[in-house]
């Protein structure tokens, strides 16, 4: 197993995708499977499948050190852990 221990992206050759190049590759892995993506059923399938991968993974353009760095001024004197949690309503989804 390779060990890596410079996590920066320096020299890193990474080409940004395009929302449109993204569509196309799930529409060419909806063709692989044996559907067909331009079917009733799947026109909007490949721009579902980026927005929700956009969503998923959205954590990795966010800075943790912001995220984290977040305060508790309610909650002195209190010495357990703080848990936060997002509700959603189904009106959300």
């Known amino acids: 197993m390779k060990l ?13 995708v395009s929302d ?3 569509e196309d590759a799930f529409r060419t892995i909806l063709s692989w499977m044996g559907e067909d993506p331009s079917r009733e059923g799947l026109l909007e399938t490949p721009k579902r499948v980026v927005k929700a ?21 309610d909650v002195e004197g209190y010495d357990d852990m703080v ?11």
Do not use: C
């Open 53 to 73: 991968f956009k969503e998923y993974f959205k954590g990795y353009k966010e800075d943790p050190n912001k995220i984290l760095d977040k305060t508790f001024g």
């Open 20 to 22: 449109k190049e993204a």
């Open 83 to 93: 848990v936060q949690k997002k509700y959603f309503s189904a009106k959300s989804l």
């Open 4 to 16: 890596v221990k410079d996590t920066d992206d320096k020299g890193l050759d990474t080409k940004q």
